[in-house]
């Protein structure tokens, strides 16, 4: 046994993230953490990794007991943690960012060349390749997320805890790295590995265990388990597969008419995009991240001026209007980057639940406190958000809570017109299922929807026509009823569509 928690238990005030947790690691084995959001995954990685100081419990390595009042400590005891934001200086190369913290020096400064040499041995060593010379901000995040375990291995860790590697990653990606964690593993490396996606638990983790409400629910062997009793371990019930009405697409809500955006070094561009959104329908997008996807869902909603084309909603063009009267006009946005465009972080739940739209709870200027107050309530209820109180701050929120808070607020506006970018990005099993079910009774009460989703199951089980872009370009249209996600993964690679 390499690692031992045992009986570890953090309070924060009130809310108690970890109760009595015991948890091991065997050398070169890959165990999986899983649990509803808010149940305490992160919190614990970072009790192990020195970021926080547990209330009680003990962490042992090879059978010496730590003490880690910083990440520091823990690297010192060879453990290395890649979390779920990118922790890279986008501007440094990929070799610089590898080496950070361990450069190695000449007789006069920072020795580059050298880093490069480390960088491309590590990479060969485990087969992981990177271009050292390239800038992280030109690189695909996939090869990004190769650079943060490098960067680890660099370190010099034996333990390597993963927090939610693949949610941003293409499928390819998401293949390439869990055979390089398989890889790893083989060689001695050992994985504490937090994912939503248990499908790829299942391919790669040896023990699995389930987290609860700050409890261990179970420790189980892989082989002894299977996705839908996971999935019953988590949430403490059964999940229902959900009934899709058939379409009864109305009038034309959202019409994008030869959208150009001349790309830059940040922006990629977008050429010449037609595309329509009906009342009652969901279009879905699919597209390697990095395609034009984000740039669309900007032009769209205001936050980004086309070089040509318009946007009409409602039949009306919103050419050169504001965000805030878009938004009035009858637009919600899910944004794709919570953090960066969907809460302020040191505002709270309450607060981030009106953000937006606080005009609509006022009388003479005075926000009208208890209906507020009833409505977020309300949605934490309805979506189950893990919150202290909705006077908690957002940033203390697990990464899938804050989610919910956002998909709630958007929904609840009963806009004509909702962009969902990324809906369900990091939220467990059963919040999935809920927000899919919220997206489908919005499009039942005709509503229109314009999905942009990296999960092709997502995108699959929701749309009812599914759009493909590729280098800025819409480069095909396939009925959702008929595609497949083969057809759809060409068609994202710059193929033809096939059948
Ligand atoms: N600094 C903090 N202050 C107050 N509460 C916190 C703090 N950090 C975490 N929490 C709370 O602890 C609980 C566990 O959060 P944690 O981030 O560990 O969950 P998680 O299992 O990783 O969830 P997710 O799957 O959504 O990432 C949540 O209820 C969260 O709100």
């Known amino acids: 046994m390499l690692l031992q928690l045992d009986k570890i238990t953090k309070s924060y005030g009130a809310v108690t993230a970890n109760r009595e947790v015991d948890f091991s690691l065997r050398a070169g084995e890959i165990h999986a953490l899983v649990g509803e959001n808010g149940a305490g995954k992160t919190t614990l990685m970072r009790i192990l990794y020195g970021m926080e100081t547990p209330t009680s419990g003990s962490i042992t390595v090879q059978g010496e007991e730590k003490f880690f009042s910083s990440p520091t400590d823990a690297i010192r005891s060879k453990i290395g943690m890649v979390h779920q934001h990118f922790m890279l200086f ?3 190369t990929v070799a610089e960012n590898i080496v950070i913290g361990r450069e190695p020096s000449k007789a006069v400064g920072f020795d580059r060349k050298e880093a490069a040499a480390q960088t491309e041995a590590l990479a060969r060593q485990y087969g992981m390749p990177v271009d050292p010379w390239q800038k992280v901000e030109n690189c695909s995040l996939g090869m990004q997320q190769r650079v943060e375990i490098l960067k680890v291995l660099h370190q010099g860790a034996e333990i390597i805890i993963l927090d939610e590697p693949t949610a941003v990653l293409t499928p390819l990606e998401v293949k390439e790295l869990l055979v390089a964690i398989k890889a790893l593993s083989a060689k001695g490396k050992s994985f504490i590995l937090i994912s939503h996606k248990l499908q790829e638990i299942m391919e790669v983790a040896d023990r699995i265990t389930v987290l609860r409400d700050g409890r261990v629910t179970g420790t189980v062997n892989a082989e002894d388990t299977n996705v839908e009793e996971l999935s019953r371990l988590m949430v403490g019930r059964d999940l229902v597969d959900m009934i899709r009405e058939t379409p009864k697409p109305g009038k034309t809500v959202l019409e994008v008419k030869g959208l150009t955006i001349r790309g830059n070094q940040l922006n990629p561009a977008l050429n010449d995009v037609n595309l329509h959104v009906r009342e009652g329908e969901i279009v879905g997008i699919a ?87 009833k409505l977020v309530s309300g949605w934490v209820q309805l979506f189950g958000i893990k919150t202290g109180s909705i006077y908690t701050k957002a940033q203390n929120l697990s990464g899938g809570n804050l989610q919910k808070l956002i998909v709630a607020r958007e929904l609840a506006q009963k806009t004509p017109f909702l962009i969902a970018a990324e809906p369900t990005r990091g939220v467990d099993v059963g919040a999935m299922e809920i927000i899919h079910g919220e997206l489908l009774k919005k499009r039942a009460e005709q509503g229109a929807i314009l999905l942009v989703s990296s999960e092709l199951t997502e ?28 057809q759809i993964s060409l068609l994202m690679a710059g193929g033809k569509a096939v059948g």
Do not use: C
């Not at 302020?344 to 209906?371: P, T, W």
């Not at 995108?459 to 280098?471: A, F, G, P, T, Y």
């Not at 249209?477 to 595609?483: G, K, N, Q, V, Y």
């Open 90 to 92: 986008p501007s440094f």
């Open 287 to 373: 597209g390697i991240s990095g395609n034009g996807q984000s740039e669309l869902l900007q032009a769209v909603s205001g936050l980004l001026k086309p070089d040509e084309g318009d946007v009409l909603l409602l039949g009306e063009s919103m050419k050169g209007q504001s965000v805030r009267t878009i938004r009035e006009r009858g637009m919600a946005h899910i944004p794709e980057d919570r953090y960066q465009w969907g809460v302020a972080k040191g505002a709270s739940v309450l607060e981030n639940g009106l953000m937006g739209h606080y005009r609509k709870y006022q009388r003479n200027g005075i926000l009208r406190g208890s209906a507020i107050r």
């Open 459 to 486: 995108i699959l089980k929701l749309s009812d026509r599914i759009l493909v872009m590729n280098e800025g370009r819409i480069v095909g249209e396939l009925p959702a009823e008929s595609a497949t996600e083969q």
